[in-house]
Each structure stands twice: as C-alpha cells, then as structure tokens.
C-alpha cells in the first residue's frame, strides 16, 4: 500500500482535544461551518498493540454455544447453523477497522477507539456534522486508501476513500463512511458524499455500515460511492480531491 | 444492439399531443408532479428520411472558407486551422442525436425535432421539468441504449441511458441529458438525475450537452452519471430502473 503525504491546504486546523466519549448520544451540535482536513493514507499497523483483545474460544464441534460465548452471545446453535450466524453474532471481535489487512487487531467495541488512538496515530479526527474530507496526491500509483475520522452526534465515524482496481485496468475510487459501533446504532444515521466541481455535482446519500461489517462487502457491491479516474479529475483540484461529509441523525 | 420492449408500468400517459416549437423560450410552466414512462431502446433508422439535409460542400483546399460557409460559417481561416475550427463550427451539420451509429440522418438544428418525429416515432416524450425516465429490462445482455424525450422551457431534452462495456468485462451504465439546441442555449439550463432507492441515493447535477457535441465524448469521459450493474441492481426494482430527472434554468 502506498502512502500519500498529507500536505494539502486545511481550512481548520483538526482539533487536539480528545473526541467525546463513543456510546453517549447527545443533542446534535448547531451546524457550523465544514471543517477540512489534508487525509493521509492508512499507516501499516506496525505498532499495533492488542490492549483489550476479547478472548476467543475456536469453534465447537457438533451442536452447543457458538465461540463468541465467553464474549457474551447466549445462543445455542445445531452446528451447521454456526458459520451463518458467526458472521453476524454482534458478540463476535471488531478487527481493526482500518483498511488494508496489515493492522491484525482484533477487541471489543469499546476497545476500538483506544486501539486506534494508540496505533493509528496518524489518522485525523475532525469535529463536526459536515466537513471536508480531503485526500491528497489521488493520482498516485497502485491500491491506496485515505482514512479520517469524523466525530459527531457522540459517536465516531470512519470515512474511507479506497483506490483499487476491482476490474483489470480500471481503477476506480470507494468511499464509504463507517460508524464506529454496531449494526443497530447504525441504523440510526444517514451520511451524505459529495464532490463538487465545475457546474457539477456527484453525491451519494446512504446509511453508515457498522465496523463490524466493514468496507469489503460494500466495495464488492458497489454499496457506496463509485467513480472512475476521469471523474475523480473532474472535480480533483491539482491531485487533491475534496469530499463534502454530511452526517446526520435519521428517526424511523 | 438489443432493443428492450417497453412494459413496464406508467404513472402518467405519455402526453400525445405535439411538443411545444423548439427554441421558443417561455416562461418557466408551474411545477407538476413528476411524469413517468416506460422507455424503448432507440431503434435502427431505417426509416430515416433526410427531409431537411443541409447542402455540405467538401472541404476547400488551401486557406479560405471552411466547408460550413454555404450554411452559414463566415470564417476564414488558414488550411491548419480548419480541422479544429470545423470540430466546433456551429453551422456544422447536425446529426441525427439517436445513440448509436444506425441513423445517418444530417441536417439544420430546426430540423432534428421533425427528423425524430418522423424516423424515431417510437420515442416517448414526456412534458415537464421533472420526471421519471423509466428504463425497462436493464439485464438485457449486450449494450443498450433507452432513450425519451423530455418538453420544458420552451425546448426539448434527449434522455440517453447507455449500457456498455468501456473496459472488458466490466458493464457500466452511463446516464446523460442532450439539448436540442446549441451549446450556447445548453448553457443556461442545469438538469439532475437521481437513483432512489432503499435508504440510498445517488445523484448527479451537471449542464446538459448539447446534440452537437453528441454523447460519445461525455462517456469517454465520465462526465455524466456513471454506475455499475451492481448499483444498478441496488435501486433497480424488477429489472426496471426509474431515473428521476430534473431540468432547470440557470442565472449566470
């Protein structure tokens, strides 16, 4: 994986003060003005430390609680019904969310924030319900991936712009925005992506995925925003792309 | 090219009554609840009938007037100059806007409405700043165009949905809206098309083309709404794909 510099212009600068606490909701914050960040790629995490890794039993044979009890799930399962459930069992470990499959944390959910903070230092956290998530040098060769963090509404959200070439000699961009917490909680936001350019305007409006699910399956389905290299240099400014984040709240 | 049939269901009848006479400005007509049809691939013209085909005269040699002066072009340009100057000449003839190659239909601006009307019978157009381009059997194999007209402020717009194959094995989908009319008239409107569907939106804004310029280079540059089979099957409902578009004017 390569790894852009981050020397883009920033508007404001990311904030230094510690993101709130994840799990408490709160009243949305007034709308203020977007934030902007310069987006380094994703560090290989060398330095990954498993501070809080859940202890995992290795699957049972025959019928019985499934591996992810010691962690909580109360489920007795026939076996053949565990690999289904296992993948979705909310009790099941969080990896680490960055993407790429250097970084082979794995722990709970409260456990996340602090494994990033400590590991991943060099991801940036900005403060806000809209901000710009700007990746810089998008013309790079090869897999890249540009990852921050947007904290608002008491919780924090992972915005990933991933580059690969899912089809032999098309690259194409995904960017999606994860929620750091659980399937359910996710339910409760809606995210919007937006480039803008010359009389222009792409945008995808969607549901966070949980950081239990990942960004693999939604890249493989297309779930998330999808474009091309031109399109990327149709509303890139000099290799930098900025992407307008929205997150709101959504009631059902 | 595979022609779709056109069965899907429609929440308006196509108006049948004869559009408004392009290039007529008027004011803007209240706004409506949006139209939908069902829409046919474009078929061959085999039909064509070249009713109004502008007199074009070869290419002269040396300096001198280009080849577009008998239709209008007062230029006059050195022999190295031409090539470029006649790409964009506005008194170039205009080609029958129909995707695909099978029409060989040229003619005067004024007259692309009735060449449509009278080979293409089979195009839907519906009146209305807002409405619903409903594209039908979008798993036909191969590529595919659907194509319908759309009636406001006084002009009328071409809807081309493409499916094609622009890197090996890997179909996408390319969505545009054409003015009949010149670039410079193209200029003062804006149009949107949306894909809806289950708590996902994508959306695209741009300045429509003009039928001069034609939909080949948009696609090859991704400068229209662009999205996959997978993104298509995201918001597809049957098999049928309803884009919501939407022209509007823009002040600059």
Redesign the interface.
Known sequence: MSRPSSTGPSANKPCSKPPPPPQTPHAPSPAAPPAAATISAAGPGSSAVPAAAAVISGPGAGGGAGPYATTGCSLTLHHTEKPEHEDICEYRPYSCPCPGASCKWQGSLEAVMSHLMHAHKSITTLQGEDIVFLATDINLPGAVDWVMMQSCFGHHFMLVLEKQE?????QQFFAIVLLIGTRKQAENF?YRLELNGN?????????PRSIHDGVAAAIM???CL???T??AH?FADNGNLGINVTISTCCQ
Do not use: C, M, P, Q
């Open positions: 899912k089809y032999e000699g098309h809606a009389r222009r305007r792409l945008t995808w409006e969607a549901t389905n297309s779930d999808v474009f091309d031109a399109i149709l």
